[in-house]
């Protein structure tokens, strides 16, 4: 079986290539995504990686892992996921955005994605369209002046699903120095080449983060944010993307 399936819908017109991390076991989850994210037309099912079938000793021996990493077997295969994903845009030479399948996504993301990465400079590398509200963010909002550190509430999230879904938004790309999550970003192949050069080996490490204090290594977006200043990283504000972030269905935290 290919990792990578296409859904019912069918291109229709010019946007970037969407694939959603789901995996085989995960049928609801999937259905739920296509359900409540039915306006999305160039999309396909990316097969992701069960970490429980994975032999962790031979990541270490290939040198994708270290050994001391202290990851669950979901944040494992999340991890290889999102590496093969970057693997894909690097063969295809051109960007993708990915997805995992708790994303909910703006009806006009598509048409609204495509016009802020038109504002980018060419060198971008990742883009994040939304990020775990539970932790605060934190943007270059005046380069060289000051940061924002964004505290936002999930509260409302799952009950306010369709409300911000229709939400007349004007967003705009700002560089990125910090989020949590990863439920939905683009990735350029060269931010792919460059992210997968700086991640791998994956490690196990420690950081202090601006108002949320030390954070250790324990998933893929830990790894992506600790390296947000050596790439070309944005967000997009306000977000095109929430997630509930809800621990009691997380496949990374509960495999």
Excluded at 25 to 54: C, M, Q, W
Excluded at 105 to 133: C, K, M, Y
Excluded at 229 to 243: E, G, H
Aim: with cysteine; charged share 20%; hydrophobic share 40%.
């Amino acid at each position: 079986m290919t990792d990578f399936a296409p859904l019912q819908r069918k291109r229709k017109e010019a946007s970037l290539q969407t694939f959603v991390i789901n995996l085989d076991r995960s049928t609801e989850r999937l259905a739920d995504f296509y359900r409540i994210n039915p306006h999305l037309k160039n999309i396909s099912r990316f097969r992701a990686v069960d970490g429980r079938t994975i032999d962790r000793s031979k990541l270490v021996e290939r040198g994708i892992f270290e050994e001391n990493v202290k990851y669950t077997d979901g944040a494992v295969g999340n991890a290889l996921s999102h590496l093969r994903l970057w693997n894909h845009s690097i063969n295809l030479r051109e960007p993708i955005t990915v997805a995992e399948d708790d994303a909910i996504i703006h009806r006009n993301f598509e048409s609204l994605t495509a016009q802020v990465i038109s504002e980018l400079p060419p060198d971008w590398h990742i883009i994040f369209w939304g990020w775990n509200f539970d932790a605060c963010a934190i943007f270059d909002l005046l380069p060289g002046l000051s940061m924002l550190l964004g505290c936002m509430t999930t509260k409302n999230i799952p009950s306010s699903r369709e409300a911000f879904q229709s939400m007349p938004l004007r967003p705009t790309p700002y560089r990125l120095l910090c989020c949590f999550g990863i439920p939905c970003y683009s990735i350029s192949p060269e931010g792919a080449a460059r992210l997968t050069s700086l991640v791998v080996p994956i490690r196990h490490f420690t950081m202090a983060i601006p108002g949320f204090g030390e954070v250790s290594n324990s998933s893929i977006d830990i790894v992506v944010i600790s390296l947000c200043k050596k790439i070309n990283a944005y967000a997009s504000f306000p977000p095109l993307v929430l997630t509930a972030n809800d621990p009691s269905i997380s496949t990374v935290l509960n495999p």
